[in-house]
Structures are given as structure tokens and as C-alpha cells.
């Protein structure tokens, strides 16, 4: 039998999963392709992670889109869980081979006393509250408050503080949740703190992302300069020297800055970690020792201090989750895999496989790599494929949601959006299906 007749099942729809169709697309064209996504809609962070005022960076979805509409063989079926409405096992037997891209959506945790009080959050959860995720629709924060503190200084943490301080001029055009943006606007906010454990130099934000918090219509960002290097150390090696002068170049133009100027201030404060959440049910203040780094390490130094805080975020790094059958490496939250494979035909890709980094693009690479592979260990009589899934869905009676009928969704979400915004999203599945069953 040819191997044009080989099936494939992508467990996720982020882009982990969706550079692996369209690796197979390109280098094994024939095969057949099941997209098998939780949710009714797919793409995965690039909707419900991506800050909705960068649409241009969404907009990776269309390349994703394209690669659904103009193959032969793919189908998305939206609206099934692996795990829950059908198990790893279950694919095994029906496809070739499997490909879990099921990310990695769960909060790291501090690791302090006081976390679990109300108004501290994840990334994840805050995010995907302000994204329209249906699984954090109603996590309601509480946004009387004065005072707010996100903990990380990479991408998440800017794009939270950022969020945090817009007005809804600023983000008119962009596809928040209308309840979200409400909430964030009628917020007494004035001071967001975004705390890094180490030194400037140390941290992961891109001077893009870094530029547009001293751009902003009524937040002013600032830093505090005495704690900035004059230049990075020559030490580093050309190019990642020159990434760093641009960084410290453009938190110099911001410690020339003046809090308190406009409605919110963003402090970026660096050398201190988190060590103590204090108040009753609800966070009041947050405890965090001085830190010093020494050859990239943080140490800490003892001293502490107290600073007010009414809400918290979180953003350092996410884990993915243990699913029956998958090889698990717990200490790390990711996958246990050789090179992608985690056992015979079954193989993992994108955050699920590398833990929480990287960009859009670092999801490409990698899910190619995985996807040769996977092409290279096809091997022996081919499985049922599609027509044995379609069989085992009519035998649970399982709602999936077919890319026409997602294309349904976007249409009405796009019809019911207010001037100059793309689309106002769903933000819960029962409503995405009601919405169907009327069309
Ligand atoms: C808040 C945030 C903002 C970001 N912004 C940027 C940015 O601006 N630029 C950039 O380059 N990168 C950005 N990233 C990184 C980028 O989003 C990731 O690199 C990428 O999404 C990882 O892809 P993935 O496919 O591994 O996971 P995901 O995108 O998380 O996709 C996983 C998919 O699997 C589905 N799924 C989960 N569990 C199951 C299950 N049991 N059964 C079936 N389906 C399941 C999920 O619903 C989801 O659709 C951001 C990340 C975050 C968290």
C-alpha cells in the first residue's frame, strides 16, 4: 500500500500542531489529516494567548487557515478533548500515527506562602480572561483596586502590564473581551509593578515589546536608572550584546520618565523575588527580598520590604499536563520524548514537547523536525484512519465543530464586532454551538 494512504491524528491546533499539517502537507502530500481540538475554535494561543491589540501578530492565523482550506485530505474537529471524550489509546488504534500539540496551559507556581488568596492569578487564567478563553470567561478579578503587581519580566509580564494600563481608545481596535476592557476602564489602577528577580540584563522582554510601554496614551513606564548597567558586559558574545545595548538603550529613555504624570504608572523594578502574599481572603501587600546577581545567578540578600498589592499576576512559564497514556516528565511539565517520538507513532510537538519558550516562529523549526520523523518510522499495515473516527464519533454522539462551521463562527463574530474592531469573540462554547444549531 502507498504511503499516500497513511492518516495522521494532531492532537491541538495551536501552531505546534498546525506547522506539523502543514509539514505533511509539503513533504507527504496524500496523507490524511485530522485536526482533533478542545475547543470549537482553533489556532490555539495565537486567539486566546496573543495580546489582542497585536493583531498583526494573530494574523499568522491566516497561513494557518490556508493550510486547512487548501488541502484535500484535512479536516479540524473542534470540540473534542483528548482525555475526556477520547482517549490516546483510542487514536492509537484508529491512525497511523498521533501527534499531541496540546500545549502547555497551566500556571507555574510561586511557591509562597499566601498564594492561594483571592485575587492572585495566572498568567494563563488572566490572559485568557481578557482573550475571551471560555474556560476563563468568569474568573472575574476584582479591578477595585489601587495597586497591582506582575511577577516575570518576559513577553507575558509586558503584555499583562500593557493590558492593564490601555484605554479603551487604545484598544478599539483590537478584539479584548468587551467585559475586560469595561473592567480594566472603571479601575481606580493607578501603580502596576512588574517585578524581575534579576537585573535588566537578565531579562527576557524584547525591546519591540519594551518600546510600546513608553508609548502609551494615559500610563507612563518607569525605572528606576541608578540600577542600570552603562553597557553590556563585552563578555557577551556580538550579537546578544548588541540586543542588550538596544534594551538598556531604550530603559534609559524611560527612567527619564516622571510617575504619576498620567492616569496609571507601570514601575519596572528589577532584583527582587516574591516571598510572602499578605491580607486576609483577598492579597493586600506583597513581601520580596533584595536580590544581587552574580554571574547571571540570582542571590538573595535577606532584606525585605512590603509593597502594597490588591491583585497579582503571574507569568513565569506554564507546564503542560499528564493525559493517560502519554510519557510524562513531571519534574519539567513537558512530554518525555526522544527527539520528538514519545513512544512507537506517537510523537509530541510545540510547548507540550519543549516547555513554555520561544516564539511563533520556534514552533516551525521543530514541528517540522518532529514531522520528518514521524514520515521516516512510518512503517507496516496502515490503520482505518478518518472513516473509523467519523464511526466512533457517531457512536458518542460527540458535537464536533467542522472548520465550515468555525468559518460560521468567525463570520458572526466578525458581523457582531463594533467599528474598527476585527470581531467580537464567543466566549463560551454552549453559545458557539446554539449559534450553529441557528444557522
Ligand atoms: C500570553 C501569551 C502571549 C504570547 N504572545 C506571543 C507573541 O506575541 N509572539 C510570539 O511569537 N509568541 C507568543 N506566545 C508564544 C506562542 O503563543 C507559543 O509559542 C505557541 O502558541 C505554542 O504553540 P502550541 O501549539 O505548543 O500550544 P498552544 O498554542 O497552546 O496550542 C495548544 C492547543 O491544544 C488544545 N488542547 C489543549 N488540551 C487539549 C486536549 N486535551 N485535547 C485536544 N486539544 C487540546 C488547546 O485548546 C490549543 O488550541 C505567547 C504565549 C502566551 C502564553
Not at 478542545?38 to 486567539?47: D, N, S, V, W, Y
Not at 540584563?201 to 519594551?210: D, K, V
Amino acid at each position: 500500500m502507498s504511503d499516500d494512504s497513511r492518516s495522521v491524528a494532531i492532537v491541538g491546533s495551536g501552531p505546534g500542531g498546525m506547522y506539523v499539517a502543514q509539514a505533511l502537507q509539503e513533504k507527504q502530500p496524500g496523507c490524511k489529516i485530522d485536526i482533533i481540538e478542545k475547543l470549537p475554535t482553533p489556532f490555539g494561543l495565537i486567539r486566546g494567548g496573543v495580546a489582542p491589540d497585536h493583531q498583526h501578530t494573530k494574523r499568522v492565523d491566516r497561513k494557518y487557515a490556508q493550510t486547512i482550506e487548501g488541502g484535500q485530505n484535512i479536516r479540524f474537529l473542534g470540540n473534542i478533548e483528548l482525555g475526556k471524550d477520547i482517549s490516546l489509546g483510542e487514536l492509537e488504534d484508529i491512525y497511523d500515527a498521533v501527534v499531541l500539540a496540546y500545549g502547555a496551559p497551566y500556571d507555574n507556581r510561586l511557591g509562597i506562602p499566601g498564594e492561594n488568596k483571592g485575587n492572585v492569578f495566572g498568567s494563563n487564567e488572566f490572559v485568557g480572561w481578557y482573550n475571551c478563553h471560555p474556560e476563563f470567561r468568569d474568573l472575574n478579578p476584582d479591578l477595585d483596586i489601587k495597586s497591582a503587581v506582575v511577577i516575570g519580566v518576559g513577553n507575558v509580564a509586558v503584555d499583562v502590564a500593557r493590558v492593564l494600563a490601555r484605554t479603551p481608545a487604545e484598544m478599539a481596535t483590537t478584539d479584548i473581551a468587551s467585559f475586560a476592557m469595561e473592567a480594566i476602564h472603571a479601575s481606580p489602577l493607578e501603580k502596576i509593578t512588574v517585578v524581575g528577580r534579576r537585573g535588566p540584563l537578565e531579562a527576557s522582554f524584547t525591546n519591540t515589546e519594551l518600546k510600546e510601554l513608553g508609548a502609551m496614551q494615559d500610563a507612563t513606564t518607569v525605572v528606576d536608572g541608578s540600577i542600570l548597567p552603562d553597557s553590556a558586559p563585552e563578555k557577551m558574545e556580538d550579537r546578544e550584546r548588541k540586543v542588550k545595548d538596544r534594551i538598556l538603550g531604550t530603559l534609559r529613555e524611560l527612567s527619564l520618565a516622571e510617575a504619576g504624570q498620567k492616569r496609571r504608572t507601570i514601575d519596572l523594578a528589577f532584583f527582587s523575588s516574591p516571598v510572602e502574599i499578605r491580607g486576609g481572603n483577598q492579597i493586600e501587600s506583597l513581601v520580596l527580598e533584595k536580590n544581587r546577581v552574580e554571574d547571571g545567578k540570582c542571590i538573595g540578600t535577606g532584606e525585605t520590604f512590603e509593597i502594597p498589592c490588591d491583585l497579582l499576576v503571574t507569568c513565569i512559564g506554564s507546564r503542560a499536563e499528564a493525559i493517560d497514556g502519554v510519557p510524562f516528565n513531571q519534574n519539567r511539565g513537558i512530554a518525555k520524548t526522544e527527539h520528538g517520538r514519545a513512544k512507537p507513532r506517537v510523537y509530541a510537538v510545540g510547548w507540550l514537547k519543549r516547555g513554555a519558550s520561544g516564539t511563533i516562529g520556534t514552533n516551525r523549526l521543530d514541528s517540522y523536525a518532529v514531522t520528518e520523523l514521524m514520515i521516516s518510522e512510518f512503517t507496516g499495515a496502515t490503520r482505518p484512519g478518518p472513516s473509523a473516527m467519523d464511526k466512533l464519533i457517531a457512536e458518542r454522539s460527540m458535537q464536533t465543530v467542522n472548520y465550515t462551521d468555525w468559518l460560521q463562527l468567525k463570520v458572526l463574530e466578525e458581523a457582531s464586532a463594533s467599528d474598527g474592531a476585527p470581531r467580537k469573540k464567543f466566549t463560551a462554547v454552549a453559545d458557539m454551538i446554539r449559534a450553529l444549531e441557528k444557522t
